[in-house]
Structures are given as structure tokens and as C-alpha cells.
């Protein structure tokens, strides 16, 4: 007899790893959680500089990249994801960022009752544990997830944020409260100098819970239908399909596998567009051609120069001062370990007839090669990043082949509207604006990336072209729409169209890109799933 449970849960992730926890505080309500991954043990995966031994980690990411196109000069650019308990949120770059209240106005104008800001306002608040200063009409106190300010204190930053302050940003101490607009240091997800995933602040609590089951290494290959209900998943062990497993659920089954692989499973599932579905081999459950489509992400430029007149980031990370470092963080004290790799935030307008930010601008007092993160200059530097909040270019995710194992085909489609190209060109010249104001003047060397020869509209966008990476915030591939919406894959219930008990909790159902790092709304997506899959209401937001 197969194992049976109220409900199957694939992903443990952002989304996947708080749902499960949520669905069994009641201790009677059986959940089976399947991960891909192993489990989050690596010591990597919980100090926060560790995200740079990890992220290109087969052994804990999934190592996708996209496809090239002419519009990023011909390049296939990494775009890995979390394979692990905890998912992305066990090697990302901890910044806790909600978005701005019209992003969410927008999901409900857009046929989505009960998606506005208002309405999902309490479930932002339900999970976090703001410790700092902040308006608690829009900031949560009781919640798991800690989000903490940086304690760490650069005389570069200052200079920074000074100059950005001199040019006419707003110092905003809390862009996670009533306006996004300005500049200051990013919130994190970091407490007492280790990292805060969804794994370690909810999954990790929930695991002794006899209702709640936890498989690790266990790849979802594809889902079981009864007709058009959803009654379970067929999964392999250790990435082996000599011996498959299958999993039942009573109730639902619901998809947590992020923005890449639940189209997939989707699709190797029989749901999806019919002429892929039969371009692949696979029988047709439902023909929902949205599956897959919709694929939005932040590309992003980061622009490097020289510093002098004081030691960054690059030098702390090497030889006796690295060793100091760790002692400091082994004390509990300020240190290099225990930082986001972004640690300023700047978010502003491209143009002054704007109604709200379009930007999001990232800086630290220190800098990657070729602008890429995961490996420092061997010089003294800082780092001034930027992209575009709402990108109108849009792209799909599909499976190549009916091989569950196999890396589905991603093609984000950067830079192919032209609005974007000068958007993101203007907030280059913002970028590099401020990397030249007098406050920072006494700590800036020279511009090395893509340096002062780099001039014209047609030189700045062949850089942006030629170095521009993901942010690693795709979304939107199997979006949440009304009934009127041919490409919605979702309901505003998170319900998959066509069929019975199966649901989708992850980033993949945002129906446009959040102004933010995307993981904050994906947690929220979750908690509100935990109400509707419950029958609950939230309680008020004030």
C-alpha cells in the first residue's frame, strides 16, 4: 500500500519549507514534503559569506543557465537555483525587500481579488520578526523569520549614502514601511551572524511534528492523476529512475518547486501548451498554454571601481585580516561573515515624471570581477549595481525532453523591449553618478568597470549587453489570473485551471515581477496559501 498523506508538498524552498510548516501546527493534518536536494547540514549554508562556496554548487543548486541570444551578445548567463532543504533562501543574498504597495494594487486591478496591498499586508507581517526600528503598522514583531539591520559599519558606505543624500535620494531608514523611495542600508535576513532560511526558522522547529514528513533527495519526476484530480507524485531516490516511488495525497497536491521547475513538472505531467506536450511524447491531461510562458527576472549591471584611502571588503576576505574576521564572528562581533553581499540600497526614479521608483540600485565597499559575484578583485574596490524594477521583457521555460533529470530550456528574453534597454541605460549613468559625487570622491581610485572610455547611449548598452547578469529573481511562469485571462495558469485561489486538487505556492504564480528581490513575496504567497488551502482568514493588518 502506497503512502498516503493529507497532503504532498514538492519543494522546500522559499515557499515549500513555511506551507508545510503552516498546514501541520494543527497536529492532526499530515503533510508530505518531497526535496530534490540534500539536507541543509554544509556550514556554508548557514554563515552568510558562505553563499559564495555554495551557489555554483551542483551538489546543492541546480546549475540551469539560459539561452543566448543577440541581445546579450551571444551568452548563456548561470541562473542556478537552491536544491536543498531551505531551497534559494539557504545561499541567497539574504536582502528582505517586500516591494512596493502598487505592485500588489496591480496583481488585484488585475483580476486577482484579495492580492491587494491591503490584503496581503498581514501575511508579510505574519512571518516576520522585525528586530529594529520600523512602523509596526506595516512591520511584524511576533513572527518566525528575523529581519535584522547590518552592524556593520564602513566609512565608505557613509560616503556613499552621503553623496546619494547630496544628489537628491531621500535617506529612507525603512523601505519595507510606508515608501520604498531612497537611500540606506538594506534589511537582512541574518540574526546573531547566521544565515535565516526557511529551513533553519520554520522547517527545522516543525520537523519532530508526527504529521509531518520530510524527504530529502527525493526528485518529483512527474504527477498522478485520477482523471483530472491530482492524487499524488512519482518520485526518484538519489536521481536514479531504477526504482521509482510514489507518494498519494488525500486532499491536494501542491507544487512549491519555484518559477523553473514547476512548469516543468507541469509539463512532463501532461499539463501545458498541447503542441509541446505532443512535441515531447507526453499525453495531454489539460492544454493550459500559459504553463511555462510569462517568464520575468531581474537583469542586472553592476559598475566596479578602484578604492584608496581605506581597506575594503576584497583585502578583509584574505591572509591574517580574514582570520580576524573569524575570530570577530566566532565573538559575535561586526564582521565580514556575517554581511549580505549587498549592503546599500538606493531606489529611485530613471525619469522625474515617474509616479514611483523604477530602479533598484545595490552598493558595497567591495568588488567582483568582471562585475560578476562570487569571486572578489584582487584590488581594493566597491561595487555600484542596478536594475530595472518591472522589466517588460518576457520570456518561457520549457521542458526539453521527457528526461526528468534534464535542465528545461530558459529563455528569459533580456533586453528584448526597447524600453528596457533605455531604462536600464539611465540607471547606468544614475549608478555611475554616484560613484563620482564629492562626498565619495576621497575613496574612489579610478572606474574600472566598464571604465571612462565607456561614454555614448550605444557604448553604455553594449556594456550592459555584455556583463549584465540575473538577479536569480524569476517568476511569473505559471501566473495567477482571472477567468477571462487565456494564459492564466492559476486562479486567485492558487488552484491550477482544468483540474482537481493540485495547487501552485511559489514564484512561479506572481502575475507581474515584484520592485523587489523576490522572496519576501514568495513567503507571503505562502502564508496566504496556508489560508486558503485552510479555510482561514487573515487577521487585520493595523
Not at 491536494?252 to 518547486?257: D, K, M, S, T
Not at 509539463?267 to 506536450?277: D, E, F, N, P
Not at 488552484?495 to 495547487?503: H, I, K, P, S, Y
Request: with cysteine.
Amino acid at each position: 500500500m502506497k503512502a498516503t498523506f493529507d497532503y504532498v508538498i514538492v519543494g522546500a524552498g522559499a515557499a515549500g519549507a513555511l506551507l508545510a510548516t503552516r498546514l501541520t501546527e494543527d497536529g492532526t493534518t499530515t503533510v508530505c514534503l518531497l526535496e530534490a536536494g540534500p539536507a541543509d547540514w554544509h556550514p556554508y549554508l548557514h554563515v552568510p559569506a558562505g553563499f559564495i562556496k555554495v551557489l555554483f554548487d551542483p551538489a546543492y543548486t541546480w546549475p540551469y543557465q539560459t539561452e543566448a541570444t543577440a541581445q546579450i551578445a551571444g551568452r548563456a548567463i548561470p541562473i542556478p537555483q537552491g536544491r536543498v532543504l531551505g531551497g534559494s533562501t539557504s545561499m541567497n543574498g539574504l536582502v528582505f525587500n517586500r516591494g512596493q504597495k502598487a505592485d500588489f494594487d496591480d496583481w488585484a486591478a488585475r483580476g486577482n481579488t484579495g492580492w491587494a496591498y491591503d490584503d496581503v499586508l498581514p501575511y508579510f507581517k505574519r512571518y516576520e520578526n522585525r528586530i529594529g526600528a520600523g512602523d509596526d503598522r506595516y512591520r511584524g514583531r511576533s513572527g518566525e523569520l528575523p529581519v535584522t539591520d547590518i552592524d556593520w559599519r564602513h566609512p565608505i558606505n557613509e560616503a556613499f549614502i552621503a553623496g546619494a543624500v547630496g544628489i537628491g535620494m531621500p535617506r529612507n531608514a525603512d523601505y519595507n514601511g510606508a515608501t520604498q523611495e531612497g537611500v540606506g542600508y538594506f534589511q537582512r535576513t541574518i540574526h546573531r551572524g547566521r544565515r535565516m532560511s526557511t529551513s533553519k526558522v520554520f522547517l527545522k522547529p516543525a520537523r519532530s511534528r508526527a504529521n509531518l514528513l520530510v524527504k530529502t533527495h527525493a526528485h518529483a519526476t512527474t504527477l498522478l492523476f485520477d482523471g483530472r484530480r491530482a492524487v499524488g507524485v512519482r518520485y526518484a531516490r538519489n536521481r536514479s529512475l531504477d526504482a521509482l516511488h510514489e507518494v498519494r495525497a488525500r486532499r491536494e497536491v501542491i507544487l512549491c518547486a519555484g518559477a523553473l521547475n514547476t512548469p516543468k513538472l507541469l509539463q512532463l505531467s501532461g499539463l501545458g501548451a498541447g503542441t509541446l506536450l505532443q512535441k515531447l511524447g507526453v499525453p495531454v491531461v489539460h492544454d493550459l498554454p500559459g504553463v511555462g510562458e510569462n517568464l520575468t527576472d531581474h537583469y542586472s549591471v553592476r559598475l566596479v571601481a578602484r578604492a584608496k584611502n581605506s581597506i575594503t571588503m576584497n583585502e578583509l576576505s584574505r591572509g591574517p585580516r580574514l582570520w580576524a574576521q573569524i575570530a570577530r564572528w566566532m565573538l559575535g562581533r561586526p564582521n565580514i561573515l556575517a554581511l549580505s553581499p549587498s549592503l546599500v540600497h538606493f531606489f529611485c526614479r530613471s525619469r522625474t515624471d515617474l509616479d514611483r521608483p523604477d530602479l533598484q540600485g545595490v552598493f558595497s565597499p567591495a568588488s567582483y570581477r568582471a562585475g560578476y559575484v562570487g569571486m572578489l578583485d584582487g584590488f581594493p574596490g566597491m561595487t555600484c549595481g542596478v536594475w530595472l524594477h518591472r522589466p517588460k521583457s518576457t520570456g518561457h521555460v520549457r521542458a526539453r525532453s521527457t528526461d526528468p533529470f534534464a535542465a528545461p530550456l530558459i529563455q528569459p528574453n533580456y533586453f528584448s523591449e526597447a524600453s528596457d534597454q533605455r531604462t536600464l541605460v539611465d540607471g547606468i549613468r544614475i549608478a555611475r553618478r554616484l560613484l563620482q559625487t564629492p562626498e565619495l570622491s576621497r575613496f574612489v581610485d579610478a572606474e574600472t568597470l566598464p571604465g571612462p572610455t565607456v561614454q555614448t547611449d550605444d557604448e553604455l548598452l553594449d556594456f550592459a549587453r555584455r556583463f549584465g547578469v540575473s538577479s536569480y529573481h524569476v517568476n511569473g511562469t505559471a501566473r495567477m489570473g482571472p477567468d477571462g485571462d487565456r494564459f492564466a495558469v492559476v486562479d486567485d485561489r492558487l488552484r491550477v485551471r482544468g483540474v482537481d486538487a493540485l495547487r501552485i505556492v511559489d514564484a512561479s504564480v506572481m502575475p507581474v515581477i515584484p520592485s523587489a528581490n523576490t522572496v519576501a513575496a514568495t513567503m507571503m504567497i505562502a502564508e496566504k496559501a496556508s489560508d486558503l488551502i485552510r479555510g482561514r482568514m487573515p487577521s487585520p493588518a493595523g
